[in-house]
Each structure stands twice: as C-alpha cells, then as structure tokens.
T-cell receptor, first 111, second 114 residues
C-alpha cells in the first residue's frame, strides 16, 4: 500500500535554515502537502505542491519535489522559535481518497 | 469562521463506558474523516465518509463506529472503551472531487480511558 516516510526529529539553531525530508511510494500521487502541528493544536495546512511542479516558494517556505525519486522536502529559511512544531508530509492521488500522512518530524529550534 | 469543530475537547472514561465524539464542519465539504494520533505513530485513519450517506473503514476501524448524520456532521462512537483507545482524535473535512483538496482539521479531542 501507499507509504509516506519522514525522519522523526530535527534540531536547528535559530536563524539557520531547516530542511525536512519526506519520501513516498505512490507514483500516482497528484498532490503533496505539508502540515504544521503546534503543541495541543490540530494540523494546519502550510503549503502544497502539484506533482507536475518541481518547486514552490511561499515567503520563508520552499518546497522541492523530485518526482523521479519520490522525494519531497520543506525548507524553512531563517528558522524562528515559533517554527518549533511537528511537520507532517501527506500525499493524495485523485478523487476522494483520504490523504496518506507520514509520522511527522518534530522540529526543535534552539535559541 | 469556525471551520471544523470537535466536541468535547477533553474526556476521561472508564473501561467499558461508551462515548460519542462529535464533529461538525461549516464549509459545505463533501468528505469527512476521523483520525487518531498516538506518539510515534503519526495520524492513523479510523473511518471516513466520502460523501453524505457513505462511510468506509480506514486503517484502524476496530472498536469504533461512525455516523454521517448529515452533510455537516460526522460522529465517532466508542461502544465499549478500552485503555488502548486512549489517544487524541482528530476530525477533518475536505471538499472532495478532483483538484487540489487539502483536508481541514479540528483542534482534536483528548480522550483518556482508565
């Protein structure tokens, strides 16, 4: 079945860039998403990328997609303490199928 | 601007008790979902409803039932709660169909079974 893999932890210093990586197995994935979960809260959609795109930039966030290797990354420039959270990668193919989520990467930002 | 609303936010139950978790969305979305989140396990899909009148099992449906009461509401029921069902439960909704359709999440229900 479909699977989405992420590393569980990442620690960076404030002001550095963070790169969170994700791999997926479903070659028919149409959309790929990044969600952020702050402590005690639900998941908040950060950004998404369509499978025919290589890159998408949105302010401090850059999403890179390597469709051949089925690899997705989220880069956060100038990481701040407020970026400390769990980041989930998710993929979806067409239709009403539910998103398939990775287990999440816990980002810790050290001041 | 409520989005997805879950009630209650917290609940403590004894083993064997029953409980219904409520979820409502005001975005006129067709599809709704129930997930549970456990440490190190990420989000696991329990049940979903692709459209009003339909429900389907997800990855971990055992011990749960759902009802799609109408287009807005999708409830999750634990008939006989077990300690293994201690978790944080999230409801989500999605417009459905083709195109970019992210899921929108509620704030979660934190459920403890003693």
């Amino acid at each position: 079945g479909e699977d989405v893999e992420q590393s569980l932890f990442l620690s960076v210093r404030e002001g550095d860039s963070s790169v969170i990586n994700c791999t997926y197995t479903d070659s028919s994935s149409t959309y790929l998403y990044w969600y952020k979960q702050e402590p005690g809260a639900g998941l908040q959609l950060l950004t998404y990328i369509f499978s025919n795109m290589d890159m998408k930039q949105d302010q401090r966030l850059t999403v890179l997609l390597n469709k051949k290797d089925k690899h997705l990354s989220l880069r956060i420039a100038d990481t701040q303490t407020g970026d400390s959270a769990i980041y989930f990668c998710a993929e979806r193919n067409s239709g009403n199928t539910p998103l398939v989520f990775g287990k999440g990467t816990r980002l810790s930002v050290i001041a | 601007n409520a989005g997805v609303t879950q009630t209650p936010k917290f609940q403590v139950l004894k083993t064997g008790q029953s409980m219904t978790l409520q979820c409502a969305q005001d975005m006129n979305h067709n599809s709704m979902y129930w997930y549970r989140q456990d440490p190190g396990m990420g989000l696991r899909l329990i049940y979903y409803s692709a459209s009003e009148g339909t429900t389907d099992k997800g990855e971990v449906p055992n011990g749960y039932n759902v009802s799609r009461l109408n287009k807005r509401e999708f409830s999750l029921r634990l008939e006989s709660a077990a300690p293994s069902q201690t978790s944080v439960y999230f409801c989500a909704s999605m417009e459905g169909g083709a195109g970019n359709q992210p899921q929108h999440f509620g704030d979660g229900t934190r459920l403890s079974i003693l």
